[in-house]
């Protein structure tokens, strides 16, 4: 498992696709947050937090994480590798876990430059160090968490098809509907009380609670439930293959 992952880190490093991901990410989110005149820009808003990063981020990775994910299964379908690799003396698991745990890897990376901005808030912030970091610390958490999930999402439709375009059209819009979908529904009121129970099954707002650097275990729990549950999902897809 271990080679199969150093082996899809080297494949997303050695390519444009991870470089890609990378500079679009830290390029749109350090322009709005520094650049551009929005209600995100922290020098307009004067506040000393990220939650613009956060919020943010969280609209990027909606299309930059299928990007990453989408030619996980279905490039190694389309130029016959896939059987080739169930050959190994790999479980269906261990194949998914390495390429789960290299699109993740790949994430963190792209998140840890922007500690510059968590740096330069710091001493911006009257008096120095003048922010919550508490606060930052847990959106961190949720945005891996975020990530983390949305990478389960795009694994599981890149194991539909042989097609990367046909797996980006399929997660994205997947993304979205479990991130804001059951919030949308909440808005309804004539769901009464009912609404809420149908807002916490969404990734926003267990992502909104955990961004508040209040770590609840029912967030964690609910995080890790949809990533197994999309990666067992696509489990099952690879096991079709095999009847």
Request: with cysteine; net charge neutral.
């Amino acid at each position: 498992m271990f080679s199969l992952y150093i082996k899809e880190i080297k494949s997303f490093l050695s390519s444009i696709i991870g470089y890609i991901f990378i500079g679009v990410f830290l390029i749109i989110s350090g322009l709005f947050l520094w650049v551009f005149p929005n209600i995100d820009n922290i020098m307009e808003a004067g506040l000393a937090d990220l939650q613009g990063l956060f919020s943010l981020s969280q609209f990027l990775f909606l299309f930059l994480v299928p990007a990453i994910t989408m030619r996980s299964f279905a490039e190694e379908k389309r130029t016959g590798t896939m059987d080739l690799l169930l050959t190994k003396p790999l479980t269906d698991m261990q194949i998914i876990g390495a390429k789960f745990l290299s699109c993740l890897t790949l994430l963190i990376i792209a998140l840890i430059p922007t500690l510059v901005y968590v740096i330069s808030i710091y001493f911006l912030g009257n008096p120095v160090g003048n922010i919550d970091m508490g606060s930052t610390w847990g959106s961190y958490l949720g945005l891996i968490f975020l990530g983390a999930s949305f990478i389960s999402i795009g694994l599981f439709a890149s194991s539909l098809t042989n097609n990367q375009i046909v797996a980006f059209i399929i997660a994205a819009p997947l993304c979205f509907i479990l991130s804001f979908g059951f919030a949308f529904i909440y808005s309804f009121e004539s769901l009464g009380a009912f609404g809420y129970y149908i807002k916490t099954l969404g990734i926003e707002h267990h992502y909104a609670s955990i961004s508040k650097g209040v770590i609840d275990s029912r967030d964690i729990i609910y995080f890790c439930s949809v990533i197994f549950l999309f990666l067992f999902g696509t489990r099952i897809v690879l096991l079709k293959r095999k009847w």
